[in-house]
């Protein structure tokens, strides 16, 4: 109990430092998630990354949701001394590899101004930290109002939790991987991609072993 409280606690100064939201569906599903369609949404307790309980997504080939409300983006300040920028953060829970991509948007007015594909090729949690103004396609707008999740063109279920619309990140931190293999792209050559280009070096080795393995046939 101590634990869960000293999280909280921590989280919530983090989220006063750091961001405007974070959505953790410890009390139900919140009453900005709307426009729903072929999707249902449910508070689950089967999986969780944060508290007791998960945003749990059963969509329909297509299907999708949207929060709204102001996500809280700002543009970078480039003679501001603070250097985090924003970028959009969550969890999410795969019971099932899926060999498409969930499509995340993020809206002002009902136009699209900036996107992201994420690869539900995985089983198990997986997170990521996506800066708006690098990372993502489309051009960001302050007053954005709306984030947009469109379901891949298959039935499926997903757990979502701790969704950060926009967090102030370090730009050397974010980080690729599988599942957003587009983040950080200039990390791979940066004085730190010692540790930073562990994607590509992986990536790599695979199509060496790939390579060594067609020769030999």
């Not at 919140?30 to 449910?42: E, G």
């Not at 954005?144 to 279920?157: C, L, Q, R, S, W």
């Not at 931190?173 to 940066?190: C, G, K, M, W, Y």
């Amino acid at each position: 109990m101590r634990k869960k409280i000293a999280i909280l606690f921590l989280l919530s100064i983090f989220n006063c430092i750091y961001g405007d939201e974070i959505y953790q569906f410890e009390n139900g599903v919140p009453k900005n998630f709307k426009n729903i369609d072929n999707s249902r949404l449910s508070i689950s307790k089967e999986k969780y990354k944060d508290g007791e309980s998960s945003l749990k997504w059963d969509f329909k080939k297509g299907g999708y949701f949207s929060i709204l409300g102001d996500i809280g983006y700002k543009i970078f300040n480039e003679k501001s001394k603070e250097k985090a920028r924003s970028s959009f953060s969550m969890w999410i829970y795969n019971e099932k590899p899926i060999l498409d991509e969930l499509i995340v948007k993020f809206k002002k007015d009902g136009k699209a101004c900036s996107w992201f594909p994420i690869n539900l090729n995985f089983k198990g949690w997986r997170t990521m930290w996506v800066q708006f103004d690098r990372d993502m396609k489309g051009k960001p707008l302050e007053g954005m109002d709306e984030i947009f999740f469109k379901a891949p063109k298959v039935n499926g279920t997903i757990f979502i939790d701790q969704i950060m619309p926009s967090v102030l990140i370090d730009p050397r931190h974010n980080a690729r991987d599988e599942q957003v293999p587009f983040i950080n792209i200039l990390a791979d050559t940066s004085v730190n991609s010692h540790w930073m280009a562990l994607y590509k070096n992986y990536n790599q080795i695979n199509n060496e072993n790939y390579k060594n393995k067609r020769d030999k046939k």
